[in-house]
């Protein structure tokens, strides 16, 4: 079993942005979903345990190894797909999963050659291997960057907002492979989409301006709201009423008026209907409930 372990985890920018604030995790063998808004502080937490960056302050061992004082440790058990993966060169995905085989320290070329050709067929990209990824469409390139972050067998996989700009359908078949890499890795995937972590992710924590709000398995987390999650169709303009009146997590338009979803431990007025509560409400009602506290 591999463990990543964070305790008391800061980072404060150069420009006096606290990015991270007394974060504490334990992360172990499976998918961890890490779910959070723009700016919440997702990539300053993968970038610092990918050891990328330095913490301001805290730890985080991986496997009891300190991974500040000893970076080498992490990142030869490393696979990370950041982000921005940078300009490609104009070569071929085989040619150039082959040279990042070469820096992730596979020397031997028979073994080089097996690999690469096993994780193009892994991301379904082996019949388009001559092709240079400069070429490839949003949903090839990240699963190129999955095949190129598995490189050299890796204990820890970090994947960073994989799925913001693909569409539905290759954002399902990347999110397929992702659960396929299989259970004896640590999987750390940083998203702000709620359905991403739902299907796949036993345990999941909620980052909000640099901390962790909440952290649990999703279905457990979701039970918690069971009983307390109520909507109501409105006219659009009187959602500043309902706002003022209740303790409204979310709105949606629904053609033309405006269904909310509201936390009470009772029925809030006539009209309101009770709903079984979903992982996308537990997550609206922990942002709720933290800025409440804040305020
Ligand atoms: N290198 C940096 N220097 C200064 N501030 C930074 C740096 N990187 C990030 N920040 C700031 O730190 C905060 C957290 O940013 P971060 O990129 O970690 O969030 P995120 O959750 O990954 O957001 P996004 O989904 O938009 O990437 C933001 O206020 C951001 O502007």
Known sequence: ????????????????????????LKITNGMFGLLGA??????????????????????????????VKNPE?????????????????KISAEKLLNHLAVLKGILDKKER???VTALLQQVNLYQHRKKSVYTFSGGMRQRFGIAQALLANPQVIIVD????????????????????IGENVIVILSTHIVEDVKNLCPRMAILSDGEIISQGNPT????????????????????????????????????????????????????????????????????????????
């Open 38 to 67: 723009n700016g919440a502080g997702k990539s300053s937490l993968m970038r610092t345990i990918a050891s990328l960056q330095e913490p301001s302050s805290g730890s985080i061992t991986f496997n009891d190894s300190d991974i």
């Open 73 to 89: 440790h992490i990142r030869k058990h490393l696979g990370y797909l950041p982000q921005e993966f940078g300009v490609y060169p």
């Open 220 to 295: 457990e987390l979701v039970a918690s709201l069971e009983g307390k999650v109520w909507t109501k169709i409105i006219p659009k303009k009187d959602i500043e009423i309902y706002k003022k009146a209740f303790d409204v997590i979310s709105t949606k338009l629904i053609s033309g008026d405006t269904q909310i979803r509201v936390l009470s431990n009772s029925k809030p007025e006539e009209g309101f209907s009770l709903i079984t509560p979903n992982l996308e409400d537990f997550y609206f009602a922990t942002l709720f409930n933290n800025q409440q506290k804040k305020a």
């Open 113 to 115: 050659k097996e690999q």
């Open 1 to 24: 079993m591999n463990t990543l372990q964070i305790n008391n985890l800061s980072k404060t920018y150069p420009n006096g942005v606290k990015a991270l604030n007394r974060i504490n």
């Open 161 to 180: 907002e994989p799925t913001a700009g693909l569409d539905p359908e290759e954002s399902n078949r990347f999110l397929n492979l992702l659960s396929e």
